[in-house]
């Protein structure tokens, strides 16, 4: 019999430029399955990314190419 395991999704937190929500949310977006962009609060830019299982390092370097050219707070 073979046994399921359950795989955690991870979840980090940020405050970025309110203007730049849609632009993030895309860019995520666009890499298929890797994660999941959710605005907590939209007038204080705070966000959650939700990342699938294996897929931490990818959004690390989204995120770090990103930070060149907006601004993106981990909290």
Known sequence: MQTCQR???IKKYFRIDRKEICFLKFIIEA??????LTTIDP???????????????????????????IMIEKL
């Open 31 to 36: 890499y298929d399955g890797i994660a999941v």
């Open 43 to 69: 007038v204080k830019g705070l966000i959650v990314i939700n990342i699938a299982p294996g897929c931490e390092k990818e959004v690390e370097m989204i995120i770090k190419d990103l930070e060149k050219t």
């Open 7 to 9: 795989l955690k999704i």
